[in-house]
């Protein structure tokens, strides 16, 4: 099986094109999102139809249930919240519907999904540390939890001695002794300082994870979030991934 596993679209049509193309050549047999399809962006509509095209199983991300008044202004900076604001504004009932659809945890028999930590997935908790991924391997109930929500492309290891690590490292084989959480980044807006979307595979034949990038339209992205009148620090933090 080979799992296409992406997170953090946030609305930017141009990235998440380009990570749909980069995805048709790899053979994938099912789509995974990790929340947070919408917010900051200036295409909520055409990412959420593209998300469904695709046949993704969706959990929801804080953008996401703020969107649609499940989760409080409260819990945004400011800049985040405005978009939020916009994006309310600029979605159709159908697409309302659809993020309502959306669970916070999913699970099967190979992995797990949570945007932010299992611990109360509702409160989306960054997880950026080994201390902060501690209580979420402990929930867990298969070997590997993907995450989203920071827009940095990580893993956590718990190994055989229940010690915890945080790598950078992003493609690796998975060692059976082990557990793993893996950040897959963020498709729609990169913050590790590197501005090229970011999309991950798991092969589970193979044992295999990667975290891949590809380049996009960052300039029309970016003018589009200007011209719609959302900030224009979200465009331009696009052209530096940060
Ligand atoms: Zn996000």
Redesign the pocket.
């Known amino acids: 099986m080979r799992y296409g596993i992406f ?2 679209v ?1 609305s930017n049509l141009e990235a998440f094109e380009a990570v749909i193309g980069a995805y048709r050549k790899e053979a994938i047999d099912k789509y995974l999102c990790v ?2 399809v919408v ?1 900051y962006g200036a295409d909520p509509q055409s990412c959420i139809e593209r998300v469904k095209v695709l046949g993704a199983l969706v959990v929801a ?3 996401d249930w703020a969107c649609i008044d499940l989760l409080s202004l409260d819990y945004f900076s400011p800049n985040a919240g405005s978009a939020i604001l916009w994006t309310r504004a600029n979605l159709r009932d159908n697409d309302r519907l659809f993020l309502r659809s959306l669970k916070l945890v999913y699970e099967n028999q190979d992995l797990t999904l949570v945007h932010g930590a299992l611990n109360n997935p509702r409160e989306f908790a960054y997880m950026e540390d080994a201390d902060a991924a501690e209580e979420s391997f402990g929930l867990m109930r298969t070997r590997i939890c993907f995450v ?2 920071t ?1 940095v492309p990580a893993s956590f290891i718990k190994d055989k001695n229940n010690r915890i690590y945080y790598h950078r490292q992003i493609s690796f084989y998975l060692n059976q002794d082990n557990k793993y959480i893996v950040n897959v980044g ?1 498709v729609g ?1 990169p913050r590790d300082r590197n501005p090229y979307a970011a999309y991950c595979i798991y092969d589970t034949d193979r044992k295999e994870i990667q975290i891949k990038r590809v380049s996009y339209d960052i300039e029309t992205a970016r003018k589009k979030i200007i011209d719609a009148g959302l900030l224009r620090s979200l465009g331009d933090r696009l052209v530096i991934g940060k």
Do not use: T
């Open positions: 997170s953090d946030h929340g947070d917010g991300g804080n953008h989203g929500h827009h963020s807006q």
